[in-house]
């Protein structure tokens, strides 16, 4: 027998039938999503190039700059968004202020926060980045969207996912009906459904984070780290593989990347606090367009995402580009960390 090909197209239509009253609206936006991705994956793939062809960043041949890809992938998720009716406001980190939507354009009632290229420093060495998205509903009472409809908490969001830019293109993504993800076939130019309801280990073997921040953590940080790296001759055995620690060190400096790993493999990903810039009391990510739509993916597929002393997703924003110390991952891991943090700070 030959294996089913689910192209994203098929699977949100499939999907979409759950819900008999749908009109479609949320699957053309998560479909306007994919489509963007692939716009910018297709820059991504050229950006060793930029010298020679004046692709994103550089100089083009007329001698003139060519757009950052950060700037061509923010604009490109704009473009794809803005006039189809199904949103009502955007905001984005490339942006300081909301996007609204323009007056020409009709309102809808979605909400959609994204951050377009994530670990943009990374393109610069070929290595992988990504783009986030998290989508809610409209919330406020007036015709056009406001910063109240952005200003949710994470268990509200009705849809997030991130696409990463690595040796091949994913797209994964949950609306609360667990996790997929899609391998983009260049060929075809399609997301093909590579990964269906993926479930990320209750205890992983991987630690991610930036290690020369040690001395700027926090004690409870410190420790756990510490206990992380500590041989324990008991090793346990699950599922015929061997765990225990100490864990192994995986660190990218994308996101995305770090966690994509980590939701496969199983492991934690974190991002504390630290006391380097004081300008950042609350560590480096961003809790709507970062943390937020990771936790809900890592939540549906069984793991966990926390400050160190609070759900994620349960955490009230108070502004945009507001930031937030974040441990993700394997439900035992994070567990694990919120107890050093508890017990030493
Ligand atoms: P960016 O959105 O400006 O790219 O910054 C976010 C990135 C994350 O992808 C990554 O986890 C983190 O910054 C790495 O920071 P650091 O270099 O401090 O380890
Ligand atoms: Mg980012």
Redo the contacts with the bound molecule.
């Keep these: 027998m030959t294996a089913k090909i689910i192209t994203i197209e098929r699977h949100f239509l499939e999907q979409q039938r759950f819900f008999p009253q749908a009109s479609g609206e949320f699957t053309n936006l998560l479909y306007d999503i994919a489509l963007a991705a692939k716009i910018i994956s297709r820059e991504v793939n050229k950006a060793g190039l930029a010298g020679i062809l004046g692709l994103a960043g550089a100089e083009n041949i007329q001698g003139e700059q060519v757009m950052k890809l950060d700037v061509f992938a923010n604009e490109t998720i704009i473009r794809m968004n803005d006039h189809t009716g199904r949103l009502c406001i955007m905001a984005s980190?490339e942006i300081a202020d909301i996007i609204p939507i323009p007056e020409q354009y009709p309102c809808g009632k979605y909400v959609l926060v994204f951050?377009p290229l994530?670990?943009?420093?990374n393109i610069d060495v070929n290595a992988s980045v990504g783009t986030i998205f998290s989508i809610h509903r409209k919330v406020s009472d007036g015709p056009r969207g406001s910063l109240e409809d952005l200003l949710q908490p994470g268990y509200k969001q009705v849809a997030a996912g991130y696409i990463v830019y690595g040796s091949s293109t994913m797209m994964v993504y949950s609306s609360g009906q667990g996790v997929h993800g899609f391998t983009l076939d260049p060929t075809v130019g399609e997301f093909l459904l590579s990964h269906p309801d993926i479930q990320i280990p209750p205890r992983g073997k991987y630690y991610s984070v930036?290690e020369g921040n040690y001395h700027y953590w926090g004690e409870g940080v410190r420790r756990y780290v510490d206990y992380l790296k500590t041989p324990d001759p008991s090793i346990m055995l699950r599922a015929g593989e061997a765990i225990g620690r100490p864990y192994s060190s995986r660190y990218m400096?994308?996101?995305?990347a770090?966690f994509h790993r980590n939701l496969l493999a199983g492991g934690i990903f974190m991002?504390p606090a630290d006391s380097k810039d004081p300008r950042k009391p609350r560590g480096?990510?961003r809790l709507l367009y970062?943390a937020a739509p990771l936790a809900f993916i890592v939540e549906q597929a069984g793991g966990r995402a926390s400050d160190g002393t609070q759900d994620i997703m349960h955490i009230q924003p108070a502004s945009l580009h507001q930031r937030v110390p974040l441990f993700i991952g394997s439900r035992e891991d994070v567990g694990k960390a919120e107890e050093f943090i508890g017990e030493f700070g």
Excluded: A, F, I, R
Excluded at 253 to 256: A, M, R
């Design positions: 980190e951050d994530d670990g943009s420093s930036n400096g994308t996101l995305v770090d991002y480096k990510l970062e």
